[in-house]
């Protein structure tokens, strides 16, 4: 397990030498932060969601990202298509399961897009997560009602079926695979009031599966660069709304030695 201030950094260097397309086909109220994000950290966002293109755009794009934070038949129609190219060109693909668990057609969405196809990356919360094994939970609205860590067994079993890795975001955030599980320590309390951070980090999942080929590593980096970016925008704000702006100019403006003084994550 490689993970370290200097192999996050070399895939930052990738990111910014590259500027990958990353497709997301998203939700209306993460569309510009996410977009923002994937542009400060070097990556090249692109939000296409017509069923007419979404085939197009995924064989022009590095890697795909799916969220179901704002559902329609058309947009889950679209998704799957999109899945299914992504797959045939071996491109990685990230869901991101917004909400699973509030609602029975909402859960059974997020259910169906995992049997499509053997995804890359599943990021959620904990009882997200626990909703797309079947255990008997429930989200507040896109909110997790349960610690990520309670959802460890939940995640390593979706790890194991669909031969993915799963991110649980929380206070602590989670990266699992079937055979191992680390915890990443970094981020503030005051990104939990700012929508969208998690989709967010979903979206730079994407970017750093753009040039990583190793989905657990490329996650742990994602989900580090996020949470150190937004320890020092948090430092920097007096509320959320100015935590937005300098949450994207400390992506922008990362470096290696702040990665080096604030990376916390332990192996369990």
């Known amino acids: 397990m490689n993970i370290n201030a200097h192999s996050i950094w070399s895939d930052i260097q990738k990111i910014h030498n590259s500027v990958p397309l990353i497709h997301n086909i998203t939700n209306y109220v993460v569309m510009n932060n996410t977009a923002n994000a994937l542009l400060a950290l070097g990556a090249s966002p692109v939000m296409a969601h017509a069923i007419e293109e979404v085939e197009d755009m995924v064989s022009i794009a590095r890697a ?3 969220n179901i934070g704002t559902l329609s038949e058309t947009w889950i129609e679209a998704m799957q298509k999109a899945m299914q190219k992504a797959h045939e060109l071996k491109k990685p693909i990230v869901l991101d399961p917004v ?24 990021r959620g919360n904990a009882s997200e997560i626990y909703s797309l094994v079947g255990e008997d939970t429930q989200t ?24 993915c890795t799963v991110v649980i975001s929380g206070m602590k955030d989670l990266i699992v695979n079937a055979d191992q599980v680390i915890q990443i320590e970094n981020g503030h309390p005051l990104m939990a009031k700012v929508t969208g951070m998690g989709c967010t ?4 999942i994407g970017a750093f599966l753009a040039v990583n080929t190793d989905a657990f590593i490329a996650s742990a980096h994602a989900t580090a660069v996020i949470g150190i970016a937004g320890e020092i925008a948090a430092h920097q704000a007096t509320g959320p709304g100015s935590l937005q702006i300098h949450f994207l100019d400390a992506l922008y403006k990362l470096k290696k030695e702040d990665i ?3 990376l916390k994550f332990y192996k369990i």
């Open 260 to 262: 080096e003084e604030k």
């Open 99 to 122: 909400g699973a668990g509030a609602t029975p057609y909402r859960t059974a969405t997020a259910q169906k897009l995992i049997e499509t196809i053997n995804l890359t990356v599943i």
């Open 64 to 66: 795909l990202v799916i």
């Open 140 to 163: 507040k609205g896109v909110d997790s009602t349960q610690q990520s860590e309670f959802a460890i067994e939940a995640a390593k079993s979706l790890a194991q079926r669909n031969k």
């Open 201 to 204: 980090a979903t979206a730079l």
